[in-house]
């Protein structure tokens, strides 16, 4: 056989219409939009991800203020839980801070200026020196000042002329500060 033999003629393919073409064509693109594109589902993943991540950071927000207030917390009930143990003691030494008072304030004049009352004056000096340095400071209690439970502790509720109900008279016994706290009432005679 010769090489013109071996050749195989192809025939054309059938045409289609025009009709058949755009039927495929539409079939196509009803097929692509009936299916989520893989940008699509990228997306929907990338929204899904970063929804996530603000749930996460937020959540990590969250415990790190938790966090940080807790400290706070701590570190001032730590403070508070010293402060009164150091209350407690420091109430303790009143009475005698109020005896050492009460004997710098009787002394005769011919003592004040004996080299023993000057011994005792610097102690006194020393003693509110130390308890300045724990935080302890006394209340100024004035007559006329207007009585406050919260701070003065009435001794006695007595008639007077010169102050009106509810002023305090006289202070009887100094009260002390604590920092903001009360550590002892002011003794103080009030008007009624």
């Known amino acids: 056989m010769s090489e013109a033999q071996d050749i195989i003629v192809q ?17 196509f693109v009803r097929e692509a939009a009936a299916q989520p594109s893989e940008l699509e589902a990228l997306r929907e993943e990338l929204d899904k991800a970063k929804a996530q991540a603000i749930e996460y950071l937020d959540g990590w927000q ?3 203020a938790e966090l940080a207030n807790a400290r706070k917390r701590f570190e001032k009930e730590r403070g508070e839980a010293g402060q009164l143990a150091n209350g407690t003691l420091l109430r303790k030494l009143l009475p005698a801070l109020d005896d050492l008072d009460r004997a710098m304030n009787t002394v005769p004049p ?4 004996h080299p023993w009352m000057n011994g005792i004056a610097l102690v006194q000096r020393k003693f509110l020196t130390a308890l300045e340095s724990a935080g302890v400071k006394p209340m100024t209690v004035q007559p006329g000042d207007q ?3 919260a701070v003065h502790e009435a001794v006695t509720h007595e008639e007077n002329e010169n102050h009106k109900e509810g002023e305090i008279i006289a202070e009887v016994q100094k009260g002390y500060w604590l920092g903001e706290q009360v550590l002892r009432p002011a003794l103080v005679r009030v008007a009624k």
């Open 62 to 64: 969250r415990s790190r």
């Open 147 to 149: 009585f406050d439970p």
């Open 110 to 113: 011919d003592l004040a200026d």
């Open 11 to 27: 025939e054309p393919p059938e045409e289609q219409s025009i009709e058949e073409k755009e039927e495929q064509i539409v079939s």
